[in-house]
C-alpha cells in the first residue's frame, strides 16, 4: 500500500483544515487507515482511524469531537476534517495503513505516508 498525504499549512487557533490521504494498493477492504502526528520533541501519536470495510472509526480522546476522519472509496482517499484547531495541534500529520482492525499504537502500522505540517497560531 502506498500513501501520499497533503493539505497541511498555517492557521490560526479555532479555525479548520482537511488533510486528504491519497492510498492505493491492493485489498484495501481488509485495511485500516489512520493519522498520526508527531510534534517537535514529541513521540508519533495516533489521532484518528477508519476501516475500509464498513467505515468504523476511531479517535484519540485530544480530537475527539473537533477532528472526522472519513473516506471517499471511489476515489480511494482518506481525509482529517480538523476544526476547532489549537495550537497543540501543531505536529506533522501522517497517513499510515495496517491489515486487520485498528490499533492506536505506530508501531503497528507497516505503510506510511510523507508527512504534511500543520501549524496553529495562536
Known amino acids: 500500500v502506498q500513501l501520499q498525504a497533503s493539505g497541511g499549512g498555517l492557521v490560526q487557533a479555532g479555525g479548520s483544515l482537511r488533510l486528504s490521504c491519497a492510498v492505493s494498493?491492493?485489498?484495501?477492504?481488509?485495511?485500516?487507515t489512520a493519522w498520526f502526528r508527531q510534534a517537535p520533541g514529541k513521540e508519533r501519536e495516533f489521532v484518528a482511524a477508519?476501516?475500509?470495510?464498513?467505515?468504523?472509526?476511531s479517535y484519540a480522546e485530544s480530537v475527539k469531537g473537533r477532528f472526522t476522519i472519513s473516506r471517499d472509496i471511489d476515489k480511494i482517499m482518506v481525509y482529517l476534517q480538523m476544526n476547532s484547531l489549537k495550537p497543540e495541534d501543531t505536529a506533522v500529520y501522517y497517513c499510515?495503513?495496517?491489515?486487520?482492525?485498528?490499533?492506536?499504537?505506530?508501531?503497528?502500522?507497516?505503510?506510511w505516508g510523507q508527512g504534511t505540517l500543520v501549524t496553529v497560531s495562536s
Open positions: 499510515a495503513a495496517r491489515p486487520g482492525g485498528v490499533i492506536t499504537s505506530r508501531y503497528a502500522y507497516n505503510s
Open positions: 494498493g491492493r485489498a484495501l477492504s481488509s485495511y485500516v
Open positions: 477508519i476501516v475500509w470495510s464498513g467505515g468504523s472509526t
